[in-house]
């Protein structure tokens, strides 16, 4: 199988460089791409002593663009399966053989991470029922696909997926575009429990009007 990492990043010189490692040292046969979103701090330097492949955003444009742009370049390259994975060090690369088996099995065309599967999730209750919680309601009227979480960045979608799935979203309402393919296209999709690590980085309230504010924008154009 020919697995193709790709990690958005924008200002991530503090984490992307202990991600791409996780990485390496949990699936070393995969190919790591980071798609860096034009970002201002060390993030290109420590990257590129990290013998992975690099793509460059010219201007900022956002996590949806750069993953679309990832998954171009992984198309071009006769990827199997693309994996996303944020650049931020909040998910464990661990996670990554458990998400992709299913299309290894040939049960699933999509596997979206989830950590609301497990009983044992450590999801701050603020963002648990003020962020996430409505996010799921508006997902569902956005999608019309009930899931468990909407917004884990964590996802593997096979070559044929990725071949459907054209992320028009340059920013966050991505996750609720991608959600909305796999629905209008009939994908196969399941969803995978993973561990999420909390930082300082997460959504807010007001990021998740921003993501509503996208998706009503674009169905009105």
């Known amino acids: ?101 299913p299309i290894i099995d040939d049960t699933a065309d999509v596997v979206l991470g989830s950590r609301f599967l497990s009983v044992k999730n450590r999801v701050p209750m603020t963002k648990k029922f003020f962020i996430l919680k409505p996010a799921l309601f508006f997902n569902f009227i956005f999608t019309g696909l009930r899931l468990s979480d909407v917004h884990n960045g964590l996802r593997a979608m096979s070559r044929k997926a990725a071949l459907k799935i054209k992320i028009m979203q340059d920013k966050m309402a991505h996750n609720t575009e991608i959600i909305s393919e796999i629905k209008r296209k009939r994908l196969r999709h399941k969803e995978i429990s993973v561990d999420i690590v909390y930082n300082e980085y997460g959504q807010n309230f007001f990021d998740g009007l921003k993501i509503i504010k996208d998706l009503i924008f674009k169905k009105i154009l």
């Not at 984490?15 to 060390?42: E, F, M, T």
């Open 1 to 101: 199988m020919n697995i193709f990492i790709i990690i958005p990043a924008f200002n991530e010189e503090k984490n992307i460089g202990a991600v791409i490692n996780d990485i390496r040292n949990k699936i070393p046969n995969s190919n790591i791409i980071v798609v860096d979103d034009c970002s201002n701090d060390n993030t290109v330097h420590i990257v590129e002593n990290q013998n992975v492949i690099i793509l460059k955003h010219i201007i900022n444009r956002g996590q949806g663009a750069a993953l679309q742009t990832g998954n171009e370049y992984a198309i071009q390259k006769n990827a199997d399966i693309i994996v996303h994975f944020d650049g931020d060090g909040q998910h464990l690369a661990k996670d990554i053989k458990k998400i992709i088996q």
